[in-house]
C-alpha cells in the first residue's frame, strides 16, 4: 500500500464528510425557508461530491476506497447535526402547561428578551395556564433551565418556528 493511496483514502473520507456535512445544513436551511443559506450549502456540496465522485470512479476496484466513502458519509451525518446545533440558526416555541402561578415568572421572562403569550386552559385535572414562548434556538438551554427551576412538574413541548411576523418579539430583540 502506497502512501499516496493512504492519503486518498483520508482524502475521500474528510471530503465526504464536508460534503455530507453541506447537505444536511443545506436541508435544514430549506426547511427553515433560508434560500440563501441553502443555496451556498449546496453549492460547496455538489463542488466537494463531484470530486470525490471522480476518485471513486477511477479506484472502484478499490474496495479500501468505498469503506473510507461509506465511513466519510457516516461520519458526516453526525458532524452537520453538530455543527447546525452549534450554529443554532432559526427559532422555537416552547409551550409549557403549568399549575403554578405565572404572572411574576412571564414578567421576568420578558424581561430577559423571550416573546411569550399566556392564556389559560382546561387540562384533565383541572385550570392550567400555558406560556406560548417565542426565542432563539441558541437560547434553548437557557430557558428549560429557567422554566425546570421553576417549575419542575411543567410539562413542556418544544416545536420548530420557521417563521416570526409581528408582535413585540421582534422589536425585544432589536
Request: aromatic residues 12%; hydrophobic residues 50%; positive net charge.
Amino acid at each position: 500500500m502506497t502512501i499516496e493511496l493512504i492519503v486518498g483514502y483520508f482524502v475521500v473520507f474528510f471530503a465526504r464528510i464536508l460534503d455530507v456535512s453541506m447537505m444536511t445544513l443545506r436541508t435544514l436551511m430549506a426547511m427553515r425557508g433560508n434560500k440563501a443559506w441553502a443555496a451556498a450549502f449546496g453549492t460547496v456540496e455538489v463542488l466537494v461530491y463531484i470530486t470525490v465522485l471522480k476518485y471513486l470512479i477511477n479506484t472502484l476496484d478499490d474496495p479500501v476506497s468505498l469503506i473510507f466513502y461509506a465511513l466519510g458519509f457516516a461520519a458526516g451525518n453526525v458532524v452537520g447535526i453538530w455543527i447546525e446545533e452549534k450554529l443554532a440558526f432559526g427559532f422555537l416555541t416552547m409551550q409549557v402547561i403549568t399549575m403554578e402561578e405565572p404572572f411574576s415568572f412571564t414578567d421576568s421572562l420578558r424581561g430577559r428578551g423571550f416573546g411569550l403569550t399566556l392564556f389559560p386552559c382546561q387540562g384533565r385535572d383541572g385550570c392550567h395556564h400555558t406560556l406560548n414562548i417565542v426565542f432563539e434556538r441558541k437560547r434553548l438551554k437557557e430557558l428549560e433551565k429557567l422554566i425546570r427551576d421553576w417549575d419542575a412538574n411543567a410539562f413542556i413541548t418544544v416545536l420548530d418556528t420557521r417563521t416570526i411576523r409581528g408582535g413585540h418579539f421582534r422589536a425585544t430583540r432589536k
